[in-house]
């Protein structure tokens, strides 16, 4: 941004203290196409739509025409009959539960609903079953696959089961659980099955419409989709790989009779006539205008293109990570999503994503949770997918795992998770809470510490629950004014 407007500098120099959402170097969080005009094309029609607002649909038409044709897109792509445009991945998975909880009422008399989940489910998940309250039923999955186990899915479901779901793929291990076993099961049972395609379904759907250009070593994609038998509905995010600006997702249903029992309509006070298809009232068009824009541009074909980029530098990346000593995956990558873990105890994948920071990469730290251990997650977009870019990471990840040898892992002291195991997260008092930071190391100033490694050792040695009473602590801290 060159701009002589001191406030644009301004702005300009706090995104300098942020990471790069461009270049492929920032391995989670942004999706980055690589394609020259793309984010220009996106900004104009956000821009164009920013002050329109998408609350009425009879009011401003056109975004019922910009919403119709996506979800025509979307559903070609990956069955059904009907959708509706959200603002990402999260509101479209608590609408899937919201219309889960709303249909099992009206449809089968559920009144103290249940969502099944494997213990791998996106967290969105638990926060819909937190919020509409619904009682979460959390199924290990396969230790070593990491993927759901539809034996042990099936016997969770129950006469309170409003939804059960499976993902395509999972965000932490990147593997596509057994969606037709599962679906399967919960048709067998009358149970809506919802397949959170959230990150890998417009990957995956393109991926497959370009099998030939693989010629014999075409990847095999399991089904995952609406067209699998029992599948009720599907999120699916355009701005994770539809490569638009954030804000863009979409929740599909296997036909718009489902889809009604998760609107909101209000006729009973003096206002004009509410229809919600979403969670927000008022909400701008620009998000919906950017990727109606960005899915015209880029087309199916250019979609097709960039999935076999990225698939291509995904098992380039994996067949590198198992290369170097000391790093391991976690799970065979079907889609393009790694985990690496360390299979060396000198090495703590932490203090490596601490390195790789240092050096201007990005790879996210996955807390040991259940069957998972400590690891790395790599999201890899098609920014990633220059082979310079992809062989350039090798060589930093080579040498940080090096380096995080040298320094040795963090250890916690013992003493921290026996005063963290007498702790009763529900009785904290805030005394209590300062000690418990100060002991993590996170007590002073309102300041994220440099290195995160020591923090996140910590973290991943409390329980849980005391961690989700402790984290909106530390966050909280940053929003003192
Ligand atoms: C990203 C993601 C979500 C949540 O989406 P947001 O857009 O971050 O709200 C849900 N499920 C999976 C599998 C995801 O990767």
Redesign the pocket.
Known sequence: MTTDDPILQRLAALRAGDLPVRGGRTMAYVYDSGLDGLEELASAAQAAFAGVNGLDMTAFPSVVELENDLVRRATALLGGTAGTFTS???ES?LLAVLTARRHARAVRGVTEPELVLPETA?A?FHKAAELFGLRVVSVPVDPVTFKADPEAMGAALTDRTALVVV?AP??AHGVIDPVREVAAEAARRGVLCHV?A??GGWYLGHLRTSTEAFAQDAPEIPEFDLNVPGVTSLSV?L??YAYTAKGA?LLLFRDAELRRHGWFAHASWPGYPVVNSTLQGTKSAGPLAAAWAVTERVGSEGYAALSTRVHRATHTLADGVRRIEGLRLLARPEASLLAVASDDPDLDVFVVADEMRGSGWYLQPQPAFGSSPANLHLTVTAAVAGEETVRLLLAELEKAVGRAREAGPVRVDPAIVEAAAGLDPDALTPEEVEVALALAGVGEGGRLPERMAPVLAVLQALPPRLSERLLPEVIGRLYQT
């Open positions: 990402g991945g999260t998975c996106h969105a993902s999972s965000y959170d959230c990150i995010d701005h994770k997702s």
